[in-house]
């Protein structure tokens, strides 16, 4: 009975062996073939400029292309829920903000979570703040909010996607204001530039797309978002400087669909790592006033779990229910 028995377990623990041999030796080729990395925003914005240059370094230790693609639109959310449903083999991976992953699930409904993605790393925190045209009568945010005070509805704000920070931040000052402000939406921070650039919206709240208008003088930064003041601009508030304790916590990171294999996850983590380090890299993170960090997809994970708890104290503070699909 028991040599039964044996012979049994034998046979099943072969019959694994089989299954799982394909498995792991794809595992360890990995890749064999172009990586893609679809970009969860428009060309031409921040997100896009960091990650093509991160890809290109990073092909010397994949040993394969990868290759960049934009798909823009709902704050990132449109890219993600195609993402989502990509085989996890490793071939078809993201670079969004944790916005899309933690922040847009919880405001409205959208066919993915964040348990839909393994986070794979994470390789910038983001810069953001407030803009308006320099040729506008807002020398400083508390004119942009005086001016909303006393004419709601009028000032109109251009994002690169409704849920996010720069979204949020705004829509947090409102509500201790007491003042009624229109968010203008778009595919990413391109177009916002675009936006406020031609006199479509008021102004923008946004990443740094916005910065070398700053410089040149065609735009105005009259608030930021960080935890501290802005090296370029240390006579800019923070929005915790003006009395709104808020903070815009958002990176940059890479995510592959559920169900990647943990040793392409590392496979990927390692080479996107090792390419943070170029010079190159460096120089084009420095050049958008963002800061070059790093946490691996463990760490990664955890940050995101944090954060998606802290931003839901926040929407249940602002009283944001959650839209519900049609």
Not at 78 to 92: H, I, N, R
Not at 260 to 270: G, M, R, S
Not at 291 to 305: E, P, W
Request: hydrophobic content about 40%.
């Amino acid at each position: 009975m028991k040599a039964k028995r044996s012979k049994v377990i034998s046979a099943v623990v072969l019959g694994l062996l089989f299954v799982l041999l394909p498995v792991f030796s794809f595992a360890q080729d990995y890749p064999t073939k172009t990586v893609n990395v679809i970009v969860t925003f428009a060309p031409g914005g921040t997100l896009d400029t960091a990650t093509r240059i991160l890809a290109t370094k990073a092909e010397k230790f994949l040993g394969q292309p990868a290759i960049v693609s934009n798909v823009g639109g709902g704050g990132g959310s449109v890219a993600l829920a195609q993402v989502a449903t990509k085989k996890p083999d490793g071939y078809e991976i993201t670079s969004c903000t944790s916005t899309g992953l933690i922040r847009i699930p919880q405001l409205r409904g959208v066919p993915y979570s964040s348990d839909d993605f393994i986070p794979v790393m994470h390789f910038a925190a983001v810069e953001s703040g407030v803009v308006v045209k320099s040729d506008s009568p807002y020398k400083t945010f508390k004119d942009l909010v005086e001016y909303a005070r006393k004419n709601p509805g009028k000032v109109t704000y251009a994002t690169s996607g409704a849920g996010s920070p720069m979204h949020m931040a705004m829509e947090f000052v409102a509500m201790k204001e007491g003042i009624q402000w229109t968010h203008v939406p778009q595919t990413g921070g391109a177009p916002g530039l675009t936006a406020v650039l031609g006199g479509h919206v008021t102004a923008m709240s946004d990443s740094t797309e916005w910065l070398p208008h700053v410089k040149e003088g065609s735009l105005r930064l009259v608030a930021t978002h960080g935890e501290k003041r802005m090296k370029s601009f240390p006579d800019v508030p923070t929005f915790r400087d003006l009395g709104y304790d808020f903070i815009n916590e958002t990176v940059f990171m890479i995510a592959a669909p559920k169900g990647t294999p943990a040793a392409v996850i590392k496979k990927l983590d390692e080479s996107f790592r090792q390419a943070m380090d170029d010079p190159q890299f460096v120089q084009t993170i420095a050049n958008i006033e963002f800061a070059v960090s790093y946490r691996n997809s463990a760490d990664t994970k955890k940050y995101l779990d944090d954060a998606s708890m802290r931003f839901a104290e926040l929407i249940k503070k602002l009283g944001i229910q959650k839209e519900v699909a049609k």
